[in-house]
T-cell receptor, first 112, second 112 residues
Framework: DTAVSQTPKYLVTQMGNDKSIKCEQNLGHDTMYWYKQDSKKFLKIMFSYNNKELIINETVPNRFSPKSPDKAHLNLHINSLELGDSAVYFC???????????FGQGTRLTVV | GQQLNQSPQSMFIQEGEDVSMNCTSSSIFNTWLWYKQDPGEGPVLLIALYKAGELTSNGRLTAQFGITRKDSFLNISASIPSDVGIYFCAAISGGGADGLTFGKGTHLIIQP
């Protein structure tokens, strides 16, 4: 079984649309994250959820909203998509306070 | 914000050679991590370091947590073709819920 799984793996959509990316982890971890990887492969954290509470929210546009229905799931909703939102989005989870994070396979979002 | 300066940006080496890469920062971190990313996949954790001066090995990989807590290096001995990929350093200054700060990656290319 995949530890951290994301769907879809690829997402192509038009500007202005609203889309969601789903993430599930079966590791029993308490903390889940969303990271964004840009075209230069730079990884930057977007959100962190711990026990269903938002812990940090970096300087991310409020068009992005994480939603966690339970400890094993953290979905990412994006409203009014823009060209600049094109990137690979990674979900991750961790258990220990030292932050060893385990990543999903990523969702490549292309906005046209 | 906190930044990790990772070098080199890319490496072209012959199979069998040893590889060395490092990350430095002006900030102090409590945890250093090294990840590898293959094309189309998420980052995979290679080594985690928790104490200043700690030296840890994982097969042909060796990493160290700098004494000043502001740097770390990763060495790969006797490289093989499957070592090709992007290697990222990552670090945490607070708890795991803070998320990881990533370096910009080292692209490793191995010529047979």
């Amino acid at each position: 079984d995949t530890a951290v799984s994301q769907t879809p793996k690829y997402l192509v959509t038009q500007m202005g649309n609203d889309k969601s990316i789903k993430c599930e982890q079966n590791l029993g971890h308490d903390t889940m994250y969303w990271y964004k990887q840009d075209s230069k492969k730079f990884l930057k954290i977007m959100f962190s959820y711990n026990n269903k509470e938002l812990i940090i929210n970096e300087t991310v546009p409020n068009r992005f909203s994480p939603k966690s229905p339970d400890k094993a799931h953290l979905n990412l909703h994006i409203n009014s998509l823009e060209l600049g939102d094109s990137a690979v989005y990674f979900c991750a989870s961790s258990q220990d306070s030292r932050g060893r994070a385990f990543f999903g396979q990523g969702t490549r979002l292309t906005v046209v | 914000g906190q930044q990790l300066n990772q070098s080199p940006q890319s490496m072209f080496i012959q199979e069998g050679e040893d590889v060395s890469m490092n990350c430095t920062s002006s900030s102090i971190f409590n945890t250093w991590l090294w990840y590898k990313q293959d094309p189309g996949e998420g980052p995979v954790l290679l080594i985690a370091l928790y104490k200043a001066g700690e030296l840890t090995s994982n097969g042909r990989l060796t990493a160290q947590f700098g004494i000043t807590r502001k740097d770390s290096f990763l060495n790969i001995s006797a490289s093989i073709p499957s070592d090709v990929g992007i290697y990222f350093c990552a670090a945490i200054s607070g708890g795991g819920a803070d998320g990881l700060t990533f370096g910009k990656g080292t692209h490793l290319i191995i010529q047979p």
